[in-house]
């Protein structure tokens, strides 16, 4: 995390995958475990809901894919 204004902070996360097709697969199993999705709406619920969440905590949300710029082909 890291200030961002002076009244909103960044929080800014990266998660590494073995390719595309595996995260689409991670995420696909993640979004179809029923206790994992019963918790998150739950979360929200306790939190006064998605859209209020997203209206008063949330100023942006980007889901992007990294590029190397080393040009490393071996995975390393």
Known sequence: ??????TTTEIFAIWEYDSYERY???????RSDIEHVQRVNKWYENNSGRDFVYMEYVIEVKNEQLFSTLGVTNGH
Not at 1 to 6: E, F, G, K, S, V
Request: hydrophobic share 30%; glycine share 0%.
């Open 1 to 6: 995390m890291a200030p961002n204004t002076d």
């Open 24 to 30: 689409k697969e991670i995420e696909s199993n993640v």
